[in-house]
């Protein structure tokens, strides 16, 4: 595999000369303050410099620039709606930038075939209003729905807080549209459910994060919106007692649990303490507590009455404190805001080291002790704030610094934590990207927690689609 090095700025300035005159000028933005928002993710913990963004209007417009690209040799960083948190939407100087932001068509919704066929720059959102209205549900969703892009999400493999009932963005794709670098066309919009013709290249693309081809169209699968929809915030004592709890609800409601979500106890403070606005389900703050979610597409399955009922169990056998259930669709998005807002509260703390992480849902009480513990041993004092899906064991696990200490200092320590809370998932056989990717930050973790054959077969299929190295290089695949 031959690798693109960062552009030269001549080569830059013939590729744009080529680009306007076949696209037109209006096909790239170079100005420096318009520029500035697709070259910095919010956090501010990744800023790039790309020379203009391109913003195509159609997937033909799209492969025109890869044909191109490929041609000249410049590196493309695909972006959708600038959210990860990995960094690899954020481009290197000599990186052009390509913006699906103005392909954001949604089709009409296929009610009898319960699809949509959707543009990669739809934001998550307008899709579920778009199913909404159709009398169905998108079941994907996160806290960056009203930015978050289709096609990011899809490059990605997104999670969210409805894997445990609908799984991550693999499942709800069944068809993709996807320009290779060197500007074909693969059209593999299909909307089958089983189609067992040789290899499933949609997968391919589905978590490569850009580096394989640029994803334009998609056909997601959708599901009839449930018929009621109730939440629960309860109180308790460690994440032992909520897996134990998880197994009661799980074994009561069935597949009518589609939340199950951990938070601890800085978690649910840092909320009020960010947006007083926020719902105090509690008298007196727990050590911990879950937000559980039941939902239901039959009239007849009364949920809240399942659900009221275990949970006195729960209570009686003192595996449970306080607990809130919802009495209407405002008081459960009241409750869903809590948990939505976690990772936004933990400014409040100051500097923060952020792991998304996943460890088999038996183990995540054991994780969470020696993954503290491993984690203070790097910082002492730090603030452990870990939430997240427990049903899934899906763990954000994110340190804050000590109070009262210096910010610099503190993130000057991401490699030594990292280190040591990525040592910890891998005794456990868990994994270090659970759902937000590997882009930038991680790449150079993987060849020590994937053998040499797998990742010898990741460069292989790299180096099949894209020879020249010029999709979004130096992401998710260490240097070759």
Same mark, same amino acid.
């Given at each position: 595999?031959?690798?693109?090095?960062?552009?030269?700025?001549?080569?830059?300035?013939?590729?744009?000369?080529?680009?306007?005159?076949?696209?037109?000028?209006?096909?790239?933005?170079?100005?420096?303050?318009?520029?500035?928002?697709?070259?910095?993710?919010?956090?501010?913990?990744?800023?790039?410099?790309?020379?203009?963004?391109?913003?195509?209007?159609?997937?033909?417009?799209?492969?025109?620039?890869?044909?191109?690209?490929?041609?000249?040799?410049?590196?493309?960083?695909?972006?959708?709606?600038?959210?990860?948190?990995?960094?690899?939407?954020?481009?290197?100087?000599?990186?052009?930038?390509?913006?699906?932001?103005?392909?954001?068509?949604?089709?009409?919704?296929?009610?009898?075939?319960?699809?949509?066929?959707?543009?990669?720059?739809?934001?998550?959102?307008?899709?579920?209003?778009?199913?909404?209205?159709?009398?169905?549900?998108?079941?994907?969703?996160?806290?960056?729905?009203?930015?978050?892009?289709?096609?990011?999400?899809?490059?990605?493999?997104?999670?969210?807080?409805?894997?445990?009932?609908?799984?991550?963005?693999?499942?709800?794709?069944?068809?993709?549209?996807?320009?290779?670098?060197?500007?074909?066309?693969?059209?593999?919009?299909?909307?089958?459910?089983?189609?067992?013709?040789?290899?499933?290249?949609?997968?391919?693309?589905?978590?490569?994060?850009?580096?394989?081809?640029?994803?334009?169209?998609?056909?997601?699968?959708?599901?009839?919106?449930?018929?009621?929809?109730?939440?629960?915030?309860?109180?308790? =004592?460690?994440? !032992?007692?909520?897996?134990?709890?998880?197994?009661?609800?799980? #074994?009561? &409601? %069935? /597949?009518?649990?589609?939340? +199950?979500?951990?938070?601890?106890?800085?978690?649910?403070?840092?909320?009020?303490?960010?947006?007083?606005?926020?719902?105090?389900?509690?008298?007196?703050?727990?050590?911990?507590?879950?937000?559980?979610?039941?939902?239901?597409?039959?009239?007849?399955?009364?949920?809240?009455?399942?659900?009221?009922?275990?949970?006195?169990?729960?209570?009686?056998?003192?595996?449970?404190?306080?607990?809130?259930?919802?009495?209407?669709?405002?008081?459960?998005?009241?409750?869903?805001?809590?948990?939505?807002?976690?990772?936004?509260?933990?400014?409040?703390?100051?500097?923060?080291?952020?792991?998304?992480?996943?460890?088999?849902?038996?183990?995540?009480?054991?994780?969470?002790?020696?993954?503290?513990? =491993?984690?203070? !041993?790097?910082?002492?004092?730090?603030?452990?704030?870990?939430? #997240?899906? &427990? %049903? /899934?064991?899906?763990?954000? +696990?994110?340190?804050?610094?000590?109070?009262?200490?210096?910010?610099?200092?503190?993130?000057?320590?991401?490699?030594?934590?990292?280190?040591?809370?990525?040592?910890?998932?891998?005794?456990?056989?868990?994994?270090?990207?659970?759902?937000?990717?590997?882009?930038?930050?991680?790449?150079?973790?993987?060849?020590?927690?994937?053998?040499?054959?797998?990742?010898?077969?990741?460069?292989?299929?790299?180096?099949?689609?894209?020879?020249?190295?010029?999709?979004?290089?130096?992401?998710?695949?260490?240097?070759?």
């Amino acid at each position: 595999m031959t690798d693109a090095t960062l552009s030269r700025p001549d080569v830059i300035v013939s590729f744009r000369q080529a680009l306007e005159t076949e696209l037109g000028a209006d096909i790239l933005i170079a100005d420096a303050d318009r520029l500035a928002p697709y070259q910095r993710e919010w956090r501010n913990l990744y800023e790039g410099k790309a020379p203009f963004v391109l913003r195509p209007r159609s997937t033909d417009e799209v492969a025109a620039i890869m044909r191109l690209a490929t041609r000249f040799g410049v590196p493309i960083v695909p972006q959708g709606g600038n959210t990860g948190l990995v960094g690899g939407q954020i481009p290197l100087e000599g990186e052009v930038l390509l913006s699906l932001d103005r392909m954001t068509a949604i089709a009409p919704v296929n009610v009898s075939g319960s699809t949509v066929t959707v543009e990669a720059g739809a934001i998550l959102s307008d899709v579920h209003d778009a199913a909404d209205e159709a009398g169905l549900m998108f079941p994907l969703s996160l806290a960056s729905k009203g930015s978050a892009r289709i096609g990011g999400l899809i490059s990605t493999n997104a999670g969210g807080v409805g894997v445990l009932a609908y799984g991550n963005m693999r499942d709800q794709v069944l068809g993709l549209e996807v320009v290779l670098p060197d500007g074909r066309i693969w059209n593999g919009l299909r909307s089958l459910h089983k189609d067992n013709v040789g290899y499933d290249l949609k997968h391919l693309f589905i978590g490569a994060e850009g580096t394989l081809g640029v994803v334009t169209k998609a056909v997601l699968s959708l599901v009839p919106k449930p018929h009621a929809l109730d939440v629960a915030m309860v109180g308790l =004592a460690s994440p !032992a007692d909520a897996l134990t709890l998880l197994g009661e609800v799980r #074994g009561a &409601l %069935g /597949d009518a649990l589609t939340g +199950f979500e951990l938070i601890p106890k800085i978690g649910l403070d840092i909320v009020n303490r960010h947006r007083g606005d926020t719902r105090r389900p509690f008298a007196e703050l727990p050590e911990w507590a879950v937000l559980i979610e039941a939902s239901t597409f039959l009239p007849e399955r009364p949920m809240r009455d399942v659900l009221e009922q275990v949970l006195m169990r729960a209570y009686e056998a003192g595996l449970i404190g306080d607990a809130v259930v919802s009495q209407s669709i405002a008081e459960a998005q009241e409750l869903w805001l809590i948990r939505e807002l976690m990772s936004e509260a933990q400014s409040v703390l100051g500097g923060s080291i952020k792991h998304d992480v996943s460890v088999p849902v038996a183990d995540v009480p054991a994780f969470l002790d020696e993954a503290i513990a =491993a984690a203070l !041993a790097v910082v002492p004092g730090a603030i452990p704030v870990a939430f #997240g899906h &427990l %049903g /899934d064991g899906n763990i954000h +696990f994110n340190i804050s610094q000590p109070e009262g200490s210096d910010k610099a200092a503190f993130l000057a320590k991401y490699p030594e934590m990292q280190d040591a809370v990525h040592a910890v998932v891998t005794r456990f056989r868990g994994s270090i990207a659970a759902e937000h990717g590997v882009g930038r930050m991680k790449r150079d973790m993987l060849p020590g927690v994937r053998d040499a054959v797998e990742m010898d077969m990741m460069q292989g299929v790299k180096a099949l689609f894209d020879p020249l190295n010029i999709m979004n290089p130096h992401r998710l695949l260490p240097d070759r």
